[in-house]
């Protein structure tokens, strides 16, 4: 069914769209990813349990040509440790200036495992290169880490490797969205909190999104925040990896998307400053030099791209939007969203 208001306001609220069958276009069917049923996970209840099955989980592709992508941050540093000698593709943005200290962890981590380590260097012109593949085979805009991914696939490609290892669904697996479940949240204030770009403020003719948020509704003033992460966060966050690798032909793994944890978590732990509490003493077994890093999201400099950027044209859109009052990633968004109009109408 087509629907363009609904999927514009989907897109901006939540970054995909969430009814699977609603399109912006006919002939442009979208398809969320479908998270790994909870029958199928495997229970951890220690650091010790997560690496052992890692170590069976590696164990069973070590036969291939193996890629990792390497951040500064600890789920793709612990991923390298079981992969001596293999692959690491890390991002470097602004001819590496930008965000220097997780480049140089990076580098440490793959030092330490003795990665061959491969720079995929971005800028504008590399983003605009890659994202209208990425939009075309999602048939929807896409989340402002897709064209990125999506060259860094493609370079490992081009060099050989056969199956590229993400942890990417480490931190909603072990609490790592420290952010968005920090603190007990009323209904009204997770909505403001969770929603990316409010579509009222956007385009003249949005659609409420606040459906999606009362199936999790507690009384009179609650909210399930943590089951909406497990259902909504995990499908948007998940698909924009699937669909970057889907266009770049590249098999990838992700070790942490088969592990569940067998008991809750901990919040208290979390709220007083030990995210991904299992991940982090992981992490200290493996670089025991080090100090342990904080969480750090996918770095890409959507500040800077859009410092200068005037806003859309496009008659869906508000006139004259002062740009000053949104953020990097919500300029992405709105300049995404557009883009993909102009190439469909």
Known sequence: MVDKKYCMSSY???????????DFFEGLHHQNIKPIPLDERILVHTAADIDQEFEKQFSNIRNKKLGVMLSGGMDSAIAASYMEGSDAYTFRFLEGK?????????????NYYRLKLHYVDIDWK????CVDAVMETKAAPVHSIEPQILQAALQAKSDGV?????????????GGMDQLIGKDWTF?????????????????????MQYLYERYRIGDNGINYLKFMDDVFSIES???YMNAFKVAGMPYFDPYAKLMMSEPLDLSRIRNGEPKYLIRELMKKKYPEIPVPNKIPMPRPVDSYFKDWEGPKRSEF??????????????????????FLNHHS
Not at 12 to 22: C, G, H, N, S, V
Not at 98 to 110: F, G, I, S, T
């Open 12 to 22: 901006m609220a939540f970054r995909y769209i969430e009814d699977d069958e609603k």
């Open 98 to 110: 930008y965000k220097r200290d997780e480049l140089e962890r990076a580098e440490y981590y793959a």
């Open 126 to 129: 590399s983003v605009e290169r």
């Open 162 to 174: 056969e199956l590229m290892v993400i942890g990417e669904s480490s931190d909603l697996i072990f």
């Open 188 to 208: 009204d204030e997770f909505v403001k909190r969770y929603t990316f770009t409010d579509p009222t403020l956007v385009l003249k003719e949005p659609v409420d």
């Open 238 to 240: 998940s698909s924009s």
């Open 318 to 339: 508000k006139k004259n939007l002062n740009m000053y009052k949104f953020t990097g990633n919500q300029k992405w968004q709105i300049w995404c969203l557009e883009r």
